[in-house]
């Protein structure tokens, strides 16, 4: 540094500029410059020591102007500013570069508080809100949004499912109308049992192959079918048979004494049609002079000259299993003056 230099910061001390401005003072080429002073470094404690008095003693890194040592400490600008140890020489006033921060501080204030969590519930709340944040709370909510719903409906003020339109009354004109057409399309489709009734003249055939009389054990039995007609012409729809079970009992003892079934058959809507229902008769008693086994057997007898057998009488009891009808449907028919369709042997029995 010149004596020049020195001597005008002896009588014209430096006003109140930035510390960043340069000072523009006449220089010697020769001379040699000092290392420009960094802010930032000087606060991180990274940069080069520029005074000895903030507790380094006389420890030879200091870095020093010539003959301003007695002056540190006099308040003049060649003593520490806020304890700096920034010297008088203004040529080391140079402008410091802007300091960049890394990238992980490169967010303003008020980005950082954006990525702020909502604090957990504090007392604050209070325990209705607390209520009805939870699960029975809201089940409540919604209970009474349908109540409020359903009394807004009931006085007219709002329509059934958030159409204005849909009233009460237009809600009983519709169901009125859904029911009646639902009334006229059963009455169409839901099938109506048959009735049936004996031939006139033949009421039951037996195969002969399968007769059998015994007196001990007492029995008897043989197969064969009933000849019935059907009428299903009440009904709209064919009639689907899935069972149609026969029952034929004494008509004097009333002990059953043959079952059949037709099975799965369909009966067309139509009258006088012929149905040939398969059915096994089959009795046991204790010994003949059981009435049951009398009738049969007296009934079947063998026809000797000068003799008349006597007729049956039966009734006949019918189960039908419908599609489209929930429960069973029954019939009942009684027929007297029947003539035993075969006979027995004269030896047989």
Same mark, same amino acid.
């Given at each position: 540094?010149?004596?020049?230099?020195?001597?005008?910061?002896?009588?014209?001390?430096?006003?109140?500029?930035?510390?960043?401005?340069s000072?523009?003072?006449?220089?010697?080429?020769?001379?040699?410059?000092?290392?420009?002073?960094?802010?930032?470094?000087?606060?991180?404690?990274?940069?080069?020591?520029?005074?000895?008095?903030?507790?380094?003693?006389?420890?030879?890194?200091?870095?020093?102007?010539?003959?301003?040592?007695?002056?540190?400490?006099r308040?003049?600008?060649?003593?520490?500013?806020?304890?700096?140890?920034?010297?008088?020489?203004? *040529? +080391? /006033?140079? %402008? @410091?570069?802007d300091?960049?921060?890394?990238?992980?501080?490169?967010?303003?204030?008020? !980005?950082?508080?954006?990525?702020?969590?909502?604090?957990?519930?504090?007392?604050?709340?209070?325990?209705?809100?607390?209520?009805?944040?939870?699960?029975?709370?809201?089940?409540?909510?919604?209970?009474?949004?349908?109540?409020?719903?359903?009394?807004?409906?009931?006085?007219?003020?709002?329509?059934?499912?958030?159409?204005?339109?849909?009233?009460?009354?237009?809600?009983?004109?519709?169901?009125?109308?859904?029911?009646?057409?639902?009334?006229?399309?059963?009455?169409?489709?839901?099938?109506?049992?048959?009735?049936?009734?004996?031939?006139g003249d033949?009421?039951?055939?037996?195969?002969?192959?399968?007769?059998?009389?015994?007196?001990?054990?007492?029995?008897?039995?043989f197969?064969?079918?009933?000849?019935?007609?059907?009428?299903?012409? *009440? +009904? /709209?729809? %064919? @009639?689907?048979?899935?069972?149609?079970e026969?029952?034929?009992?004494?008509?004097?003892? !009333?002990?059953r004494i043959?079952?059949?079934?037709?099975?799965?058959?369909v009966?067309?809507?139509?009258?006088?049609?012929?149905?040939?229902?398969?059915?096994?008769?089959?009795?046991?008693?204790?010994?003949?002079?059981?009435?049951?086994?009398?009738?049969?057997?007296?009934?079947?007898?063998?026809?000797?000259?000068?003799?008349?057998?006597?007729?049956?009488?039966?009734?006949?009891?019918?189960?039908?299993?419908?599609?489209?009808?929930?429960k069973?449907?029954?019939?009942?028919?009684e027929?007297?003056?029947v003539?035993?369709?075969?006979?027995?042997?004269?030896?047989?029995?």
């Amino acid at each position: 540094m010149s004596y020049n230099v020195y001597r005008q910061s002896q009588h014209y001390p430096p006003q109140q500029t930035p510390l960043h401005d340069s000072y523009e003072g006449p220089y010697s080429p020769d001379e040699e410059h000092d290392e420009p002073f960094d802010v930032r470094a000087d606060f991180d404690v990274k940069g080069p020591k520029w005074s000895a008095g903030g507790g380094g003693g006389g420890g030879g890194g200091g870095l020093k102007s010539p003959g301003l040592e007695g002056e540190i400490g006099r308040g003049s600008v060649r003593g520490g500013v806020m304890g700096l140890g920034v010297v008088g020489d203004r *040529s +080391s /006033y140079m %402008p @410091v570069g802007d300091h960049s921060p890394s990238g992980e501080y490169s967010k303003s204030l008020a !980005s950082r508080e954006e990525l702020v969590s909502v604090p957990v519930l504090g007392p604050e709340w209070r325990k209705g809100e607390l209520h009805d944040m939870s699960r029975r709370g809201q089940k409540e909510i919604q209970g009474d949004k349908r109540k409020r719903a359903w009394r807004a409906w009931n006085r007219d003020q709002r329509g059934l499912c958030g159409m204005r339109w849909l009233s009460r009354k237009v809600l009983v004109m519709i169901i009125f109308v859904l029911l009646a057409a639902l009334g006229v399309t059963l009455y169409f489709l839901i099938p109506r049992a048959p009735t049936f009734k004996f031939y006139g003249d033949d009421p039951f055939s037996v195969r002969n192959e399968t007769i059998n009389f015994n007196r001990s054990p007492t029995n008897y039995s043989f197969s064969g079918n009933l000849n019935l007609w059907g009428d299903a012409s *009440s +009904s /709209y729809l %064919p @009639v689907h048979f899935t069972h149609l079970e026969a029952t034929v009992y004494d008509h004097v003892t !009333s002990k059953r004494i043959a079952t059949g079934d037709w099975g799965n058959h369909v009966m067309a809507h139509k009258e006088q049609q012929a149905v040939l229902l398969p059915i096994d008769f089959s009795y046991s008693a204790v010994n003949t002079s059981d009435t049951t086994w009398n009738d049969m057997y007296n009934a079947c007898a063998h026809i000797w000259t000068g003799t008349t057998r006597p007729d049956l009488k039966f009734r006949l009891v019918l189960e039908m299993s419908i599609v489209g009808l929930v429960k069973k449907t029954s019939r009942t028919l009684e027929i007297s003056d029947v003539t035993c369709p075969f006979e027995l042997a004269a030896d047989g029995v």
